[in-house]
């Protein structure tokens, strides 16, 4: 199912209990911008969940990994750890 952003607005039972994969859409943009996937497969998407989460964190901290401050960088290590 698809759906527009503001339709979520209105009816957030659409993503709180979803009975179906849900694709949240800018209608402007005609982008997805989110999907939303039921609870009980979230075993099946274990291993793709924590890739997903890695790759997140390393498009946030791209800046700390190029820096020249090495100090920063074990903080940023020690944090990936305590995720993993």
Not at 2 to 28: C, F, G, L, M, W
Not at 38 to 54: F, G
Not at 58 to 82: A, F, T
């Amino acid at each position: 199912m698809t759906v527009a952003v503001n339709e979520i607005a209105k009816h957030p039972k659409i993503v709180s209990d979803p009975e179906e994969i849900v694709y949240i859409e800018d209608k402007r943009k005609n982008e997805v911008k989110s999907i939303v996937i039921p609870a009980r497969y979230e075993a099946l998407l274990h291993d793709a969940l924590k890739e997903i989460e890695y790759r997140i964190w390393l498009e946030r901290n791209r800046g700390l990994l190029d820096s020249e401050h090495p100090e920063i960088l074990e903080n940023v290590v020690g944090d990936v750890g305590e995720k993993l």
